[in-house]
């Protein structure tokens, strides 16, 4: 079993910032890859940002240079976190966490609103 808690999220103006955490616990390893989609009104689930410990993190395009996503593990629960900064209207959408076990399989975490203003 994997447990994925996310936490942050809310409503900000066009131009702020938000971070959202997701911390892992249960059967994991430090290794597991972890990242961060989002599903916008109408549109389906896309990919924004992915790590995983020792390697270099991806990110969707439009979100490069204003999103960072980092990872850690201690005590048997691995975190990641993004940091959102110079939100747009565009970025609204539910944002999930997930986490991809070396046991196989994908976990998500319950989806956190972010809502930006303009």
């Known amino acids: 079993q994997v447990q994925l808690v996310e936490s942050g999220g809310g409503l900000v103006q066009a131009g702020g910032s938000l971070r959202l955490s997701c911390a892992a616990s249960g059967s994991i390893r430090s290794l597991d890859p972890m990242g961060w989609y989002r599903q916008r009104t109408g549109r389906q689930r896309e990919l924004v940002a992915s790590?995983?410990?020792?390697?270099?993190?991806?990110?969707e395009d439009s979100v490069k240079g204003r999103f960072t996503i980092s990872i850690s593990s201690d005590n048997a629960k691995n975190t990641v976190s993004l940091q959102m900064n110079n939100l747009e209207a565009e970025d609204t959408a539910v944002y999930y966490c997930?986490?991809?076990?070396?046991?196989?399989?994908?976990?998500w975490g319950q989806g956190t609103q972010v809502t930006v203003s303009s």
């Open positions: 790590i995983r410990r020792g390697g270099g993190p991806n990110y």
């Open positions: 997930y986490l991809d076990s070396i046991f196989g399989g994908r976990y």
